[in-house]
DNA sequence: CCAAAAGTGTTCCGCATACACCCATGA
DNA sequence: TCATGGGTGTATGCGGAACACTTTTGG
């Protein structure tokens, strides 16, 4: 296969690539991560995050932005529909990838782990879902391991102030899975009444219906309200724990 | 002037620059972030960030790191001696540049302010401090405003939870100093007594003799104690407000 | 002796924490 | 009727917030 052209600048330019830590949680496996594991050069086989290149127009001056990209690369190589994203940080350490001055910009991405399946997708020979601790069975590709450990850093500092949590659960959940949810991200164990009383204390949650086909006592389901927390933000509420 | 070679891609590549938000505090003025004046194209003339391109090596392949490249921007723009550096968030929208696509990586920067001049640089005709608010008297170039608007954010929220602050004052400070820039950041009046007791309450503050030539009564002055508060951090403490 | 800033204690209230039992349901 | 998780109230203590006067020093 032949380039049919190259693309030529006045000064040396970085590639620039994104990778996604992005969580899922099941009330049975707790918090987890997707890696994928490579199917080229370097690092061929070897577990890492997904993630690729930004495309940009042919003129190099357009094409789509690093959020479009993160996205993208989510929706091909694990076939995840996002629920959250938000960047990061951008690694930029000049021997950070073999083949030449590459940035990175790492974005943490949440979704609903039963709305999708995960799968391969073009570059990906393979997709899993692992516990955090452990990634992959090991290290990760690249300085992934480090991205890893500052998503965790980051899901863990903004779950407490923010109500980003719910965009790992499904749309309508019960008090105890979002406690087990905050129990697994925070790793620790929380007090039932206490966290009962300060989520529902918020109002920011809606009754939608009860639990059905449980073998005990039918718990209340709620729904988070987008509109009910914005009206609050608005009136200068933050979310708290 | 003739470029003796250019640099060729298989892939269409961004530029990458580094903009630095520069904050500086007097106890007189408060808080003040250095613009400087555009010399050359695009923008020519108008106030901006102190910044620039990110230089790698002539292979394309090393060159310094998005850290480096802040610190000598800010260096060879401002001649400021930085005590804090932080990376903020990257921004590439498609057309966020007129020359075509390029990534900024945004960094927010602490200086001692009495410690040096201003002075303008190789790309900036002119610096100078300005208030936060209005800086450099109506809009910067670029998407310059949002970033200014990113790192007062940023230092708000991380001033409460992280002794960042004493990067902008002297090495030896009254406490009346340091309530002063509490205040010009956080935006609002604080109890003396109440900071007093809480700063001093973490033992992170060691006496550094007192203040001379004074029209009232010296003021105590204290140093930021790094090790007291390593040796802190290490057994587990956070450092709050 | 006056102006200007430094320095100092106590009270009150709200909120986070700790803690144990009854309820509803399907098997 | 039993096993499983759902759901509920109170007492205690700590820490943040509010608040005003005396001290020191140079001019």
């Known amino acids: 296969?032949?380039?049919?052209?190259?693309?030529?600048?006045?000064?040396?330019?970085?590639?620039?690539?994104?990778?996604?830590?992005?969580?899922?949680?099941?009330?049975?496996?707790?918090?987890?991560?997707l890696v994928i594991?490579?199917?080229?050069?370097?690092?061929?086989?070897r577990w890492a995050l997904p993630g690729g290149f930004v495309r940009l127009d042919a003129d190099g001056e357009g094409g789509e932005s690093l959020d479009d990209a993160a996205l993208r690369e989510l929706r091909e190589e694990t076939g995840a529909n996002v629920a959250y994203l938000e960047q990061l940080y951008t690694f930029g350490a000049p021997r950070r990838d073999p083949r030449g001055r590459v940035l990175s910009v790492a974005y943490m991405a949440l979704v609903r782990t039963r709305d999708h399946h995960v799968r391969g997708?073009?570059?990906?020979?393979?997709?899993?879902?692992?516990?955090?601790?452990?990634?992959g069975g090991g290290k990760l590709a690249f300085d992934h391991d480090a991205i890893v450990e500052l998503g965790v850093a980051r899901l863990q500092a903004k779950l407490r102030y923010a109500p980003i949590g719910f965009n790992l659960l499904p749309p309508t959940f019960a008090l105890s899975e979002l406690q087990r949810l905050y129990e697994a991200v925070l790793q620790r164990p929380l007090d039932k009444r206490n966290?009962?009383?300060?989520?529902l204390a918020m109002d920011l949650l809606a009754e939608a219906g009860r639990q059905e086909g449980?073998?005990?006592?039918?718990?209340?389901?709620?729904?988070?309200?987008?509109?009910?927390?914005?009206?609050?933000?608005?009136a200068g509420f933050n979310f708290e724990l």
């Not at 049919?4 to 996604?20: N, S």
């Not at 594991?37 to 086989?45: E, G, I, K, L, M």
Request: net charge positive; hydrophobic share 40%.
């Open 195 to 199: 966290f009962r009383r300060r989520i």
């Open 37 to 45: 594991r490579r199917r080229q050069a370097p690092f061929a086989d």
């Open 121 to 135: 997708g073009d570059d990906a020979a393979e997709a899993k879902w692992t516990p955090v601790e452990r990634s």
């Open 214 to 234: 449980v073998a005990h006592r039918a718990a209340t389901l709620y729904r988070f309200d987008e509109r009910a927390y914005a009206r609050l933000v608005h």
């Open 1 to 33: 296969m032949t380039r049919l052209r190259t693309f030529a600048y006045e000064f040396p330019r970085p590639a620039v690539a994104v990778d996604c830590v992005l969580f899922g949680f099941d009330p049975e496996d707790g918090l987890r991560l």
